[in-house]
């Protein structure tokens, strides 16, 4: 009997999740052993809070994450619903394992608090970031963020701050004034990188024209840039005239091109020119599904 085709790609979908998964819960336990932990770096959040208790009573890291995590899975499971806690059981269970099973195998990379920052904070962001990517979660205060949102009305992002700020808070105690500023720049390292693997690098820009000769721009961009271009309707708020508006998404290495072509034919054109985190379509990247 054979599968149907809805369900193979559901189990293709699964075990490509939890692949993407398990590599990024394998470099985020690297980033720990070889940077964060020989350093007394703790970057936030419940696996900062185990770095602490590790040099405090040389409790195992691994453990440790899993035994702080079990309260906020119970919480989690209360006031979130079972799916959220079984996507953070995953992530949680494959890191704690990996940071115990490589950590003897991974001798400290440096004892340079600047470089273990540095780089720790960018090995941990890919790591993070993959699970992240592949619907995965690592628990901790990410979870904490998602329970205190729905229970208490804080918003996510404030909540995630308040937890990193508190570990970072204790760390000042046990590891000193100097230790906890390079652990805040590890984590704010590893949260840039984390954008950059969920949002793009940001290498295309979003531009918008007003302008009186919409016509000459739009051949202009089509032929000499090949980029695409949408054209809307427009009325000023101010005159009531109306304008036309050119929509387009450009390779970032274009940009002066661009405002080369539009100084030439209107140079009282309006034109803003932003980041475009995420580009899908006829000349980008391809729309996956994710869901």
């Not at 899993?66 to 119970?74: A, D, E, K, R, V």
């Not at 940071?99 to 720790?120: F, H, M, N, Q, R």
């Amino acid at each position: 009997m054979k599968m149907p085709g809805f369900r193979r790609s559901a189990v293709k979908a699964a075990l490509i999740d939890f692949v993407g998964i398990l590599v990024g819960s394998v470099i985020l336990a690297v980033g720990m052993n070889m940077f964060m932990v020989p350093n007394m770096l703790a970057p936030g959040g419940v696996s900062g809070l185990a770095v602490v208790l590790y040099h405090l009573f040389r409790l195992p890291v691994g453990a440790t994450i899993i035994l702080l995590n079990i309260p906020l899975f119970i919480a989690g499971y209360l006031v979130l619903g079972p799916r959220v806690v079984i996507q953070s059981l995953l992530g949680t269970f494959l890191f704690s394992v990996a940071i115990e099973a490589t950590a003897p195998y991974l001798p400290a990379a440096t004892d340079d608090l600047l470089l273990a920052s540095v780089y720790g904070g960018l090995v941990m962001g890919v790591g993070v970031g993959l699970v992240f990517r592949y619907r995965g979660s690592s628990g901790g205060t990410g979870l904490l963020s998602l329970i205190l949102a729905k229970a208490k009305g804080i918003s996510p992002g404030q909540a995630m701050l308040w937890g990193d700020l508190a570990v970072l808070a204790a760390a000042v105690f046990v590891f000193g004034s100097e230790a906890a500023m390079y652990a805040a720049l590890a984590l704010f390292i590893s949260v840039k990188v984390i954008d950059g693997i969920l949002e793009g690098l940001g290498q295309a820009k979003s531009v918008i024209i007003i302008t009186k000769n919409g016509e000459a721009i739009n051949k202009k961009l089509l032929y000499e840039l090949g980029r695409g271009v949408t054209w809307l309707e427009g009325h000023g708020g101010y005159t009531g005239q109306s304008r036309e508006v050119l929509l387009c998404v450009i390779a970032r290495q274009q940009t002066v091109n661009l405002k080369a072509i539009i100084r030439k034919i209107d140079p009282d054109a309006f034109v803003i020119i932003g980041n475009a985190t995420e580009v899908h379509g006829q000349g980008f990247q391809k729309m996956h599904l994710e869901e």
